[in-house]
């Protein structure tokens, strides 16, 4: 039996999370992806077509919940969760 591994995306403008945050699942057994930017995102999940999306609520000013439609109808069945770190 092979091990698949679990595609995953995080979309998140801080580098320094979003590395963080990708080390540590890529060691809980996904193959995961990243992108700074709402455009790199979207040409990512067109890519990778991820099960999974980690979506940062602030991109550099941008709501990230703009992008949950686009991202869903480039892989209906993925599984959203937004993260924030922003104060509002």
Not at 21 to 32: H, M, Q
């Amino acid at each position: 039996m092979t091990d698949v591994k679990r595609q995953l995306l995080i979309i998140d403008d801080d580098e320094s999370y979003r590395e963080v945050l990708a080390r540590s699942l890529s060691r809980k057994g996904f193959t995961v992806g990243t992108a700074a930017t709402m455009e790199t995102g979207l040409e990512r999940c067109r890519n990778q077509r991820p099960e999974y999306l980690l979506l940062d609520l602030n991109l550099s000013g941008q709501s990230g919940l703009n992008l949950i439609k686009p991202l869903l109808e480039i892989v209906p069945q993925a599984r959203i969760v937004v993260l924030t770190g922003y104060a509002s």
